[in-house]
RNA sequence: GCCUGGGUGGUGGAACUGGUAUACACGAGGGACUUAAAAUCCCUUGAGAGCGAUCUCGUGUGGGUUCGAGUCCCACCCCAGGCACCA
């Protein structure tokens, strides 16, 4: 194929030099990390703007096009605040620990450390292609110890402070990875990373008490500024429900005092009369008290082992069959009516919500309905509906109503019978108002290589002990068989120079614990770090966390709405307690941009739908790539990858460029164009304010042509276009700002100011309507009066025309839009 | 089932607190330049009727409020996401 010549003759004027984007990009990626132009300096008197990116986790594959639309909306927004007067925080790293990659090391067989090196690498070389303004030199990457050092810190803190703690529970475990997950990282019965299906297992492991903290991360929601969607779903998480906590004592046979009740616990105190049964969770620590009174206790143990052998998905997926045994020998009594009542198992009550027993009422809970039909059980109906048909028999009636057979109470309203039932219980000590949540602490040990010893040591006569801070970090090892296997022990235990050590309190014989931390822990407070990276003698030092946080903005996915989200919010609470913070919220102002689809899906590498930004980069540019993301649509919408929407942005780039050529310094601008200018200054602004890019860049396209258009272009209005463009296509910003004389860079130039009185219009074009229909319009001046305006429009043709003889009953006028006559009414 | 978003041309999407629906861009069609192609530039482009100026219809569906509704209210349908035996 013969080419004419190098240089491409895309646009108009062939004897200038083209738009080249590959000799400009790489040019000033070059300069930028030369000259520091991104570097944050922390003894700047000007304001301070920290803005942030989710800690991007270094995937072997590499980034592609969907996950530079966050990166690009935060660099665009860091870009102009440096352009107003802002001293920019905007730094970057990577959580390299965690199940991804030591599963990719498994697959391939190279190490996990080495995997991660090269795919930081990697991912390092794709920001720095597509032009995003990091620090570099603010780097952080998880996996290094001068990094998670400060992770078992952290750890240590919150042990000291009573909030990590261990415990045997059920645990959610997936076989597949064969580790236990956290209730976070549970996705509708199946393990968020590989999609297995989570089965329960019985495990000592340590805990974070995120708990105590379910209030103060409730009210913490109402002060910051999120999308609506995330509060909403971490209230959800959270699941605070106001209720009552009920004592039924048990009949006979039971010797210790404190365990003749049973607490179970109830949204609905209305209905304690309808209470015909109560039901245990299959894993209640009260069982084993109560197995000497059990007649049937080989048919309740095999029940019992058979719901903890249960995966999450089969005891969901039966449907909402309602299986259970009864305990023979055991019976409560209801204390608002003596009533005597069976006791049952069944795992449709859960051990880890409420007080993990319940009052059963059937005839209005649909739960409890399904049971006692299926056991036969009675069904006593105790609220009426205030107007309206009762539910039943075919169901149960969950609603409020009017309460009946229920003594004195009867008759009271459900809200009234409530409160007055409740009262009556906590006089009685047999009952009391509760708060409870549907948090759950969230569990972070793992039985994985590839993470943070946790840094703790059980000694045979001491017991669990932590590490002293001196001796941190407890190095992870390099050992060569890494995979995990399935009886819950960690690959860590199978290095003995590891396991064996000494008690930090008494000196002798201990081991190390072998587990390593959950990867959200480290993910937890980063933010900080990068405020001091490279500090040695603490995580970072009050001063710098206090100048640069919290954060202004951070941008990332919605998919980290309950993990990453809420675990960095509970330890910026935590590490406030422990003084070592000011901040009560990490995270001022969160974005969350949309997905990007591709062929009809979201893009990913299972589905072989991903676009690499490096094509894109090679073939238009960083510039097209991050304009081209930014154009789509609503940043916070998913939209769909175009291959030649690309296109299209990369020709308005052209046409950037070749504008320089019909710059004049002799030409005055005409009132029209500066006005077009100063409107376009205006909606820019106002646009990236509200992150509204779409819009922004379709204005610029709009004074661009209309630049295009003239026969020379002053170059002060060249130069403001060029501002106002350069956070979104920086190396064209700036490749084209020095060549008009700039000699530092375009982001340490002002941002333009519009000009209120050259905006105003002096003409405007009123739409004339009759009867609301749009019937034509007419030129007038901005500023004429009501009857001028009234006046021209109904001498008008169009009003003759439309109006021709009937009656004007109303005219409607919207001063410099529209007019409307009303000719019946 | 419950809770969020969202349904606008062939496509991605504009439309401020109710006031010219379809900005900007893509695609398509036509033309210019070229031996030709690419690139670039110009014109047309919601549907229907008409030679035409024009007219009628048109923002998921059906109602309503209003001089006027993509925008507000009611009912419903569809799509995406989140939660889901939480007592």
Redesign the pocket.
């Known amino acids: 194929m ?1 080419k ?1 010549t190098k240089t ?5 004027v062939a004897k200038n030099p083209g738009y080249n984007h590959k000799t400009i990009e790489k040019k000033w990626q070059k300069i930028w990390e030369e000259q520091g132009t991104f570097r944050a300096d922390d003894g700047s008197l000007k304001p301070k703007f920290y803005g942030l990116d989710m800690f991007p986790y270094p995937s072997a594959y590499g980034l592609h096009v969907g996950h530079f639309k966050g990166y690009t909306l935060s660099d665009v927004v860091a870009k102009r605040k440096m352009m107003e007067g802002y001293e920019v925080l905007r730094p970057i790293g990577f959580d390299s620990f965690g199940l991804p990659a030591e599963n990719f090391a498994i697959k391939t067989g190279i190490h996990p450390a080495a995997a991660t090196k090269k795919a930081i690498e990697n991912i390092r070389r794709q920001f720095k292609a597509a032009g995003l303004g990091y620090d570099w030199s603010r780097e952080v990457i998880a996996s290094s110890p001068d990094y998670y050092r400060w992770t078992q810190w952290m750890f240590l803190q919150l042990y000291k402070n009573g909030l990590a703690y261990r415990k045997k529970a059920p645990v959610n475990f997936c076989p597949s990875c064969k580790t236990v997950l956290a ?2 990282q ?3 019965g199946k393990c968020e990373r590989c999609g297995s299906g989570v089965s329960k297992k019985l495990l000592e492991q340590w805990f974070f008490k995120i708990t105590d903290y379910a209030e103060r991360l409730l009210e913490g929601l109402e002060l910051i500024d999120w ?3 995330i509060k ?2 971490q209230r ?2 959270i ?1 605070k ?1 106001y ?2 906590d009920i004592q039924f004592s048990f009949f006979t046979g039971i010797k210790e005092e404190d365990d003749k009740k049973l607490e ?5 105190v209305d209905t304690l009369f309808g209470c015909t049964y109560v ?1 245990i ?1 299959p894993e209640h620590p009260i069982l084993e008290k109560l197995k000497p009174l059990v007649s049937n206790w080989e048919e309740a143990a095999s029940y019992m082992a058979g719901a903890l052998s249960k995966t ?1 998905i089969e ?2 997926a ?1 449907d ?4 259970g045994v009864e305990l023979r020998g055991v019976r409560v009594v209801n204390p608002v009516n003596n009533k005597d009542l069976p006791v049952f198992i069944a ?15 059937p005839a209005h ?4 309905f ?1 049971f006692a039909k299926k056991h036969g059980l009675p069904i006593i109906e105790v609220v009426k509906p205030k107007n309206g048909e009762t539910t039943l028999p075919e169901r149960a009636f969950e609603e409020y109503g009017v309460l009946q057979n229920s003594e004195v109470f009867s008759g009271l309203t459900s809200e009234a019978g409530a409160a007055d039932i409740a009262k009556y219980l906590a006089k009685r000590g047999q009952g009391k108002t509760t708060i ?3 948090l ?1 602490d969230w569990l972070i040990s793992r039985q994985r290589y590839w993470g943070a010893p946790i840094p703790m040591v059980k000694c045979v006569k001491c017991g669990w002990q932590p590490v002293e801070d001196r001796d941190l970090p407890v190095l992870l090892p390099r050992i060569k068989d890494f995979k995990p296997t399935s009886d819950g022990k960690s690959p860590l235990a199978r290095s003995k120079a590891f396991v064996k050590t000494v008690c930090p309190k008494c000196g002798g014989k201990a081991e190390r614990e072998t587990e390593t931390m959950d990867t959200f822990v480290c993910s937890s407070w980063y933010y900080f770090r990068y405020t001091d990276p490279k500090n040695k003698a603490v995580f970072a030092s009050p001063e710098l966390i206090s100048k640069w946080l919290p954060v202004d903005l951070y941008v990332g996915g ?2 980290h ?2 993990l990453h989200l809420l675990y960095s919010r509970f330890f910026t609470k935590a590490l406030k307690d422990f003084g070592y913070v000011e901040i009560d919220e990490p995270f001022s102002k969160l974005y969350s941009q ?1 997905l990007i689809y591709y062929q009809g899906a ?1 893009m990913s590498k299972s589905k072989g739908n991903v676009i690499s930004p490096d094509s894109i980069v090679v073939q238009y540019g960083a510039d097209t790539l991050r304009l081209y993301e930014l ?4 940043m ?5 990858w ?4 690309v ?6 780039l ?2 950037t460029w ?1 504008l320089r050529y019909k710059v004049s310094d002799s030409i005055e601008d005409s009132v029209g164009i500066t006005k077009i200018l100063h409107k376009t200054i205006k909606k820019v602004s106002e ?1 990236l304010d509200h992150f ?1 890019t ?2 922004a ?3 610029l ?2 004074l ?2 209309e630049l ?2 003239q026969l020379a272009v002053s170059k002060e209005s060249y130069l403001k276009f060029i501002i106002m463009l350069a956070p979104m296509a920086p190396h064209l910003g700036e490749e084209l700002w020095q060549s008009f004389g700039g000699t530092s860079s375009i982001f340490k130039n002002k941002w333009p100011v519009y000009d209120e009185n050259l905006i105003k219009d002096e003409m ?2 009123f ?1 004339i ?1 009759v ?7 007419i030129e007038m001046k901005t500023g004429i009066s009501e009857e001028e305006a009234k006046g021209l429009a109904k001498n008008s043709e ?1 009003a003759h ?2 109006i021709a003889g009937k009656e004007i009953a ?1 005219t ?1 006028y ?1 001063p410099g ?2 007019i ?1 006559f ?1 000719t019946q ?1």
Do not use: C
């Open positions: 013969p004419k491409k003759t895309i646009g108009r209730n976070e549970v996705v509708e999308p609506e969607k909403t779903i959800n998480w699941g429900s209720g009552t179970v616990f109830t949204t609905r039901v969770a999450e005891r969901s039966e909402r069959e309602k299986t795992d449709y009550v859960l051990m880890d919500y409420g007080t993990g027993a319940v009052m059963a009422v809970d649909q739960r409890d399904l409870h949540y549907r759950r919605v998919e709405a309950v949309g979201k154009f789509m649509g609503p916070d919408q998913a939209s769909e175009s291959d030649n929407g296109a299209g942005v990369y020709r308005f052209h046409k070749h646009d509204r779409n819009t860049i379709s204005a396209m709009i661009a042509n295009d258009r405007a074009s739409v309507q009867n609301g229909k749009t019937r034509g319009k169009i025309k439309w109303k409607i919207v839009k529209l409307n009303v009414l």
